[in-house]
């Protein structure tokens, strides 16, 4: 079965777009990946709340200083509505192990990110050991390489886990631990924005434009792509041979309209 996931690099959107647009969107999604801070606001919680599919908060982009202690601060509240956690690296599943057990938390999902770097069925292996529910393949080979490495999970011994393929959308090319936005060496910018969108954007000599997105609590950045990925959903589908999430990452409005026109698409031709 092939099913679909949305992955939001800002929670404002939850709040900004109508939520007639909202739903039309992830009309049939299986899940969506949110910043943890979305599960602990109050107007982005209730536009989460109407979303009906399995609802995943992902950890700090960078895991240090104070965006951990406002994750480990926020950790219960986060627990109230997700359904689970997206890691994105190994240090992650230690740190998210040791709050379940400090917490008495046993009933929520882990998802790995591509910055697991899984290239091969040995690392997907590992981490379906691990007991991870999901993991996005790296999305650096070609699409059919993915696409050979998700059948590959789905043939793992005792595999119980997912593999996800990013098809659409930005991906992270760089975690800054400096803040574009500003030449000042000291914290706080003050316009890496409350939940990240900066509105600047890197520019390389071919004029290609990489978005920045702010990360507060620390004043450091996350840079995305220039360029969306892009592989076609019936290619995909032609060629999976067992269960896989096919995933969307958006960022702004328009990603969200192309998932509007895909949806109607696909209800047409059934
Ligand atoms: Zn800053």
């Known amino acids: 079965m092939v099913l679909k996931s949305v992955y939001f690099y800002n929670p404002d959107i939850l709040t900004s777009v109508k939520y007639e647009k909202l739903k039309a969107a992830l009309d049939g999604i299986f899940r969506v990946y949110l910043p943890y801070q979305s599960f602990t606001d109050r107007e982005a919680l209730s536009a989460i709340k109407e979303i009906e599919c399995e609802k995943a908060a992902v950890l700090p982009y960078i895991n240090k200083g104070n965006a951990r202690n406002h994750f480990e601060k926020n950790f219960n509240t986060v627990c109230k509505t997700a359904d689970g956690f997206m890691i994105q690296n190994i240090g992650d599943l230690a740190f998210l192990s040791g709050l379940f057990q400090a917490h008495g938390v046993s009933d929520k999902f882990v998802y790995g990110d ?15 050991a691990s007991g991870l529910k999901s993991v996005t393949v790296s999305p650096e080979p070609e699409a059919s390489e993915q696409i050979k490495l998700a059948n590959s999970v789905c043939k793992l011994q005792n595999g119980t886990m997912l593999p996800e393929i990013i098809c659409g959308g930005k991906i992270i090319v760089m975690r800054s631990e400096h803040c574009f936005i500003t030449d000042n060496p000291k914290y706080h910018c003050v316009r890496c924005g409350k939940n990240g969108m900066t509105g600047y954007s890197l520019t390389d ?9 702010g990360l507060p609590h620390d004043c450091q950045n996350i840079v995305l792509s220039a360029k969306n990925i892009e592989i076609a959903e019936e290619y995909a589908k032609k060629h999976l041979l067992g269960n896989c999430i096919l995933r969307y990452n958006v960022l702004n409005e328009k990603d969200l309209l192309n998932l509007r026109i895909s949806n109607r698409k696909e209800r047409q031709e059934n």
């Open 114 to 128: 591509y910055s697991l770097n899984v290239f091969n069925s040995e690392s997907a292996a590992y981490w379906n």
């Open 205 to 213: 000599n071919a004029e290609n434009k990489f978005p920045v997105i």
